[in-house]
């Protein structure tokens, strides 16, 4: 298994450009996640999926969009990058289980730097 | 009040010594607790989750107190290895997702 997997690896955008950022896993998990990681804030929850076709906010969605068409692929949308987006993006997944066997598997990362 | 706070440190302690960390969290309706850790650009990964009755695996000892809501991390006889960035975490249940305190640095030190 490949586990989690992310592309790219680094990007550099200008302001007001959009990008995909590229989520896969093969667990075979239900549940998927986009997180982001910024110096001296921790991690914090973009958007999250319980499975295809259902996807819910996080604790900092705007200006991101997700779907979830199928188990294995969750894209996470820039519509119109701005500075403040530059972060390192984490995608992560899980499988339904019971709290205490909540395993969550993070892939690479993603580092986005809006100029 | 933070939902998940930790002491940033950084922790300079020297190989072999003991060191403990703590995590306090607010929410009281949290239902599981995790310690990751994460090394250096890299991605978190899971070290181990905490049980009420405290859990032990190897070297390490997580313990959760839910009247006092804090979680704490006890490495033993510690490592080079060991130098990273300790992430106390909490669910709250369900589909939620999960809410990362901002991390612990630890350098072990030769």
């Known amino acids: 298994n490949a586990g989690v997997t992310q592309t790219p690896k680094f990007q550099v955008l200008k302001t007001g450009q959009s990008m995909t950022l590229q989520c896969a896993q093969d667990?075979?998990?239900?549940?998927m996640s986009w997180y982001r990681q910024d110096p001296g804030m921790g991690l914090r929850l973009i958007h999250y999926?319980?499975?295809?076709?259902?996807?819910d906010q996080g604790e900092v969605p705007n200006g991101y969009n997700v779907s979830r068409s199928t188990t294995e692929d969750f894209p996470l949308r820039l519509l119109s990058a701005a500075p403040s987006q530059t972060s390192v993006y984490f995608c992560?997944?899980?499988?339904?289980?019971?709290?205490?066997?909540?395993?969550?598997?993070f892939g690479p990362g993603t580092r986005l730097l809006v100029l | 009040r933070k939902e998940v706070e930790q002491d940033p440190g950084p922790f300079n302690v020297p190989e072999g010594a003991t060191v403990a960390f703590n995590c306090t969290y607010s929410?009281?309706?949290?239902?599981?607790f995790f310690w990751y850790r994460q090394d250096c650009r890299k991605e978190p990964k899971l070290l181990m989750s905490?049980?009420?009755s405290g859990n032990e695996d190897g070297r390490f000892t997580a313990q959760l107190n839910r009247a006092s809501q804090y979680i704490s991390l006890l490495i033993r006889d510690s490592k080079l290895s060991d130098s990273a960035t300790y992430l106390c975490?909490?669910?709250?249940?369900?589909?939620?997702?999960?809410?990362f305190g901002k991390g612990t640095h630890l350098i072990i030190q030769p």
């Open positions: 929410n009281s309706a949290s239902q599981s």
């Open positions: 667990m075979n998990h239900e549940y």
């Open positions: 992560a997944s899980r499988l339904r289980l019971g709290p205490a066997k909540e395993t969550q598997y």
């Open positions: 905490v049980y009420s």
């Open positions: 999926s319980v499975g295809a076709g259902i996807t």
């Open positions: 975490v909490v669910k709250r249940g369900g589909a939620d997702g999960l809410t």
